[in-house]
């Protein structure tokens, strides 16, 4: 269901989740939020060489990760340090988790709000979508995206609005943005996220 383009450096992790129901009816564990702070126990932890080969994935195709299109995972990071972070839904809250401590950003999308064919390759210039509720768009040139059959859906920034999850959800992809650098390690932050998904009672698979 999902093909991926090839590409020097992208070693990405993709795993479907299916939830015994709809997210809205699926809190978050208080264990699991408890992961959210910065010294929480985890399986993997974040360094400066960590976010500086992560910005080098994004930056191969040409994208310029900085500022308000830095990866995710840095967001995340300050967001912990302020204490800002709140309970969004499980599959949102869990990749938060960890994004967090693998460092790697994580992509979350609804795929019943999604159409196939999936796919992974670089934005061309020019490419564009609204990622929050207010309508704000991100421009994508040169940047890794899962593609849809509608366009660009999601990637190492910010997700695109029409496919992200909501109360209804019941199905989602997920999407680890590794690197080659980094060897395994998205593997390592696969499992890690689909255990504390399965602990909730969620049926997870590979996608490919």
């Given at each position: 269901m999902l093909t991926i383009d090839p590409h020097p450096l992208l070693e990405l992790s993709a795993f479907i989740t299916t939830f015994p129901s709809s997210l809205g009816d699926m809190p978050s564990s208080p264990e699991l939020f408890s992961l959210s702070r910065l010294d929480a126990p985890a399986p993997l932890h974040s360094d400066d060489r960590v976010r500086e080969v992560v910005r080098a994935l994004l930056r191969h195709g040409g994208f310029k990760p900085a500022g308000r299109s830095k990866p995710a995972s840095e967001y995340l990071i300050k967001a912990a340090s302020d204490n800002s972070l709140s309970s969004i839904n499980?599959?949102?809250?869990?990749?938060?988790?960890?994004?967090?401590?693998?460092?790697?950003?994580?992509?979350?999308?609804?795929?019943?709000?999604?159409?196939?064919?999936?796919?992974?390759?670089?934005?061309?210039?020019?490419?564009?979508?609204?990622?929050?509720?207010?309508?704000?768009?991100?421009?994508?040139?040169?940047?890794?995206?899962?593609?849809?059959?509608?366009?660009?859906?999601?990637?190492?920034?910010?997700?695109?609005?029409?496919?992200?999850?909501?109360?209804?959800?019941?199905?989602?992809?997920?999407?680890?943005?590794?690197?080659?650098?980094?060897?395994?390690?998205?593997?390592?932050?696969?499992?890690?996220?689909?255990?504390?998904?399965?602990?909730?009672?969620?049926?997870?698979?590979?996608?490919?």
């Open positions: 499980l599959a949102v809250d869990a990749c938060n988790v960890v994004s967090l401590h693998s460092g790697l950003p994580i992509s979350v999308v609804d795929l019943d709000r999604a159409r196939e064919p999936l796919r992974v390759g670089v934005a061309p210039a020019g490419t564009s979508y609204v990622f929050n509720a207010s309508g704000q768009t991100i421009d994508l040139g040169g940047l890794l995206c899962l593609f849809d059959a509608d366009g660009p859906c999601a990637n190492a920034v910010k997700d695109a609005q029409r496919t992200k999850t909501a109360p209804q959800t019941r199905r989602t992809l997920t999407l680890i943005w590794g690197t080659k650098e980094l060897a395994g390690r998205a593997a390592q932050a696969e499992m890690w996220y689909r255990r504390l998904l399965e602990q909730h009672g969620a049926a997870t698979e590979k996608a490919g």
